[in-house]
């Protein structure tokens, strides 16, 4: 009898663990706008898209609400600008693409000083904690290149990392504004 409670209790608290903490299906993407972003990431590699970049304006304590991504590409010899806005229900936004002159601007200047976009910035002299910033990836024919900047740093007019995401900025103002 009592090994017959001991392994009904062992079994209770087998089903009861494998309930609680058991692998379960976990969606893909944790927020929406990820989805819709690799949906639409998708479409351009469908299209053979080569020149391809995500400019991702997010909040550097976990993103989630307020972000917003934006998709410049060069397609039939024109700049577009699509732009996904998360907002704080995980539902989006998605702005219909347009042509953006200002993209040949942004990778003419990212050619000219890639040796310097590549270095090193220097330590900040104000430090904000949790601010929003920029994740930017640029990939060209397959190769990529990542960086991040934090907000506060935009103005640091001294360093072509910050003026190149200047320029980033800049296009992605209106969509960032957007209620």
């Not at 903490?21 to 299209?47: H, N």
């Not at 989630?64 to 806005?85: M, N, P, Q, R």
């Not at 990542?146 to 907000?151: A, D, E, H, V």
Request: net charge positive.
């Amino acid at each position: 009898m009592k090994n017959s409670v001991q392994h009904l209790i062992f079994l209770v608290l087998f089903v009861a663990s494998f309930v609680t903490y058991g692998q379960r299906k976990k969606p893909k993407y944790t927020f929406k706008i990820d989805e819709v972003a690799a949906e639409f990431e998708a479409q351009l590699a469908e299209k053979k898209i080569d020149t391809v970049m995500q400019a991702y304006y997010l909040f550097d304590n976990g993103r989630g609400h307020d972000s917003t991504k934006l998709f410049f590409w060069t397609e039939e010899a024109k700049s577009y600008v699509k732009a996904i806005k998360n907002d704080n229900k995980n539902s989006v936004k998605e702005f219909d693409r347009k042509e953006c002159s200002e993209f040949s601007k942004i990778l003419v200047y990212y050619f000219e000083k890639i040796k310097d976009i590549s270095s090193p910035i220097s330590k900040p002299t104000l430090s904000i904690s949790h601010s929003y910033g920029y994740f930017i990836k640029l990939e060209i024919n397959k190769t990529v290149f990542k960086t991040y900047l934090r907000n506060e740093r935009l103005f640091d007019n001294d360093h072509a990392l910050a003026k190149w995401i200047s320029m980033i900025a800049e296009v992605a103002k209106p969509y960032i504004t957007e209620e």
